[in-house]
C-alpha cells in the first residue's frame, strides 16, 4: 500500500470515528428518538454533540445526586453544560414520560 493511499485511509478514518457521534445523535432526533438524559449511559451521552467522557459522567452524578431530571432545561445545572451548549442539545435530548407528569 503506497504512503497516500495509507494516509487518505486513515483520514477517512478519523474522520468518520469525530462526525459519527454527531450525525448519530442527530440522525436520531430526526427519526423521533431523542436521547433520554435519565436513562442514557455513559456511551450513549458521549453520542451527543460536545458531551465528552466527562461531562456525562456529570451528567449521571447530577442524576445520582438529585434524581431524574424534571425537564431538559434542568441540564443548565450541570457543571459545563451552558446556554450554548444546550441549544445544541434541547432537541436531541428528553426526560421520558414519566419525569413530564
Avoid at 435519565?38 to 454533540?49: G, I, V
Avoid at 461531562?55 to 443548565?76: H, T, V
Amino acid at each position: 500500500m503506497t504512503r497516500l493511499v495509507a494516509k487518505t485511509l486513515l483520514i477517512g478514518l478519523v474522520l468518520a470515528l469525530v462526525v459519527s457521534p454527531i450525525v448519530s445523535a442527530q440522525a436520531t432526533a430526526k427519526a423521533g428518538g431523542k436521547v433520554n438524559i435519565n436513562t442514557a449511559s455513559l456511551e450513549e451521552l458521549q453520542k451527543l454533540p460536545r458531551i465528552g467522557p466527562q461531562i456525562a459522567q456529570r451528567i449521571l452524578d447530577y442524576r445520582k445526586e438529585n434524581g431524574s431530571f424534571k425537564r431538559i432545561e434542568d441540564m443548565l445545572k450541570v457543571r459545563g453544560v451552558g446556554e450554548k451548549m444546550f441549544e445544541q442539545l434541547k432537541d436531541l435530548i428528553t426526560v421520558g414520560e414519566a419525569a413530564n407528569k
